[in-house]
């Protein structure tokens, strides 16, 4: 089984950037944790600071994985492109967030990817990654 994991702006620098919002641990370190956590997956892993790459990313691997774990970063309130990336490929995208980006700015509280995703998870941690990939594993929700 391949799952995607696709990282948009800043999120290069978890563990460094706003570490009272985003944690101490970096993002490369938590994506070896979550690989050996699931040893029968293959992990696609990708992040890019620019919106035309994510969205070239999106339609390279969606529609050979299984399922796609998509943090657009600050793109997931403002891109209708990637939100239509997401719509045209047949893996599963399910959008997370580290942060609660409900109980933060007033600007981050929409999401322009969501109503193309089959799930949002926000709001714990660097464990919504995990929780997505038990997501995709299991079904999700359709």
């Avoid at 919002?21 to 970096?26: A, D, E, L, Q």
């Avoid at 696609?44 to 796609?68: K, L």
């Avoid at 657009?72 to 959008?95: F, K, L, N, W």
Wanted: hydrophobic share 40%; with cysteine; net charge negative.
């Amino acid at each position: 089984m391949k799952i995607s994991i696709i990282n948009g702006p800043n999120l290069n620098l978890v563990g460094v950037r706003e570490p009272e919002i985003y944690g101490h641990k970096s993002m490369d370190d938590y994506l070896r944790e979550l690989a050996a956590r699931y040893p029968q997956v293959e992990f696609i892993t990708f992040q890019s600071n620019h919106e035309g790459s994510i969205i070239d990313e999106i339609q390279r691997v969606g529609f050979d994985c299984q399922g796609i774990v998509l943090n657009a970063g600050a793109y997931t309130h403002t891109s209708i492109a990637i939100a239509d990336a997401i719509r045209a490929v047949t893996a599963p995208v399910i959008e997370v967030h580290i942060s609660d980006v409900q109980s933060r700015e007033p600007y981050r509280r929409v999401s322009m990817i969501a109503p193309a995703c089959r799930e949002v998870i926000a709001g714990h941690g660097l464990d919504s990654y995990r929780m997505a990939v038990d997501s995709i594993l299991k079904g999700g929700r359709q």
